[in-house]
């Protein structure tokens, strides 16, 4: 395995930020930047044996500094929503920044995803860590996080987290890394062929908060079982697509121990993604509109041109009692891992 580290750029806070790039015997590889904890690239072979980055990025580091979609970060404290960005703790009540109309959105306007980290190569590894200081955001206590990204020879990628704080807190955080298995810059995911293995789902309100309930996927546009073009369903007569006007959900994962949760294939690259998570829930997102910044190479990333597979816990579970807890007790460490194997199929 070989580690390169190159300088990218300087923060607006005058922070060095650098590229990780880790690259197998086969030439597949992987690219992390440490603002935002973030992917960048990711390089496997498509079925003729080209190899093919399929991670969408931007070209340069300063149009990161202006991204509005968590391109690639590590989302956090809290991945995901709370509604009216409140929660209350050990019977105080917090209150977070409102980044998401009326709710709080992926750690905030700052969050985890546009600061700088501090990185370090370690044997065949690459370890992001950080510490986000009490009240950060809003947030009770002094939380320490590192995050381990690691990369095979066989093109696993994982993506391993571990976290302490001094305070009771909440924390949930997520790979926001957004995916087309024809190449970034293809035009579309949906003739993607994707399964996922939840039988139910959280519906959610107009401003995409839980409404608490844990409904089946059977009979929806939302069963994804068994293989199914993403499309096949996206603009379906469905109360919960019009909200986002796309898949915008969080699917309730089966299993509780480390598993295989989703599984996303291109026939056209012959790309597979086979994701496995110990995390209860995995966030489904094919963005419908455009993203704003020129992607690498001037592309353009059209609407429905990537999915994101998030796994995370339920989003505004800290309004949720029957949702799985995402209370980090003081001196208690946090750990999980997720990974995303690609082959060809």
Known sequence: MNITKTEFGISPQKESIFLYRIENESGASVTLCNYGCRLTSIVVPDKTGSLTDICLGLSDCEQYFSDQSGMGIIAGRYANRIAGGEF????TIYQLALNNGENHLHGGPTGFGQRVWNGKISGDKVIFSRTSSDGEEGYPGNLNISVTYGWSEDN??????EAVSDADTILSVTSHGYFNLDGEGSDTVLDHEL???????TPVNSTQIPTGEVVPVDGTPFDFREFKPIGRDIHAND??????GTYDHNFVLNGTCFREAAVLQSKASGIRMTCFTDQPGLQLYVPCHAIPQTGKDNHVYAPFS?????TQHFPDSVHHADFPSVVLKAGDTFKSKTIYHFSVM
């Open 156 to 161: 696993e990628l994982s993506i391993s987290y």
């Open 88 to 91: 209350t703790l050990n019977n």
């Open 195 to 201: 399964r996922i293995d939840a039988n139910c789902m």
């Open 306 to 310: 990537s999915v994101c597979l998030e």
């Open 239 to 244: 109360p919960q697509l019009a909200i986002a």
